[in-house]
Nanobody, 118 residues
Framework: QVQLVESGGGLVQAGDSLRLSCTGS????????MGWYRQAPGKGHEFVAG????????YYQDSVKGRFTISIDNAKNTLYLQMNSLKPEDTAVYSC???????????WGQGTQVTVSS
């Protein structure tokens, strides 16, 4: 199994950028399909971006296409989510996840808060 720890969240202004990290331990992340979810206050979990085994393919929710980029650094065993042109509606707790497929994530991180002020 793999343990996941996110970092990189914070409070930023609209238009700013943040990079979230998700570091794995126990097993290489390339063994899994990986993804980022977010949950805003009062809303359900939302699948934001995904990346397949060994870095391909990738998936983005329509609302983040062109602004967010998901990537993986195998040497550091770390998943990233580069978030540019942030909007207040991006405010949420962001969690990384790993599993056999994007629809069957098994392992989850604890989440990191992203707050975007207008």
């Amino acid at each position: 199994q793999v343990q996941l720890v996110e970092s990189g969240g914070g409070l930023v202004q609209a238009g700013d950028s943040l990079r979230l990290s998700c570091t794995g331990s126990g097993r290489a992340l390339t063994n899994y399909a990986m993804g980022w979810y977010r949950q805003a206050p009062g809303k359900g979990h939302e699948f934001v971006a995904g990346i397949g085994f060994n870095g391909a393919p990738t998936y983005y929710q329509d609302s983040v296409k062109g602004r967010f980029t998901i990537s993986i650094d195998n040497a550091k065993n770390t998943l990233y989510l580069q978030m540019n042109s942030l909007k207040p509606e991006d405010t949420a707790v962001y969690s990384c996840a790993a599993g056999r497929t994007w629809s069957s994530f098994t392992y989850w991180g604890q989440g990191t808060q992203v707050t975007v002020s207008s």
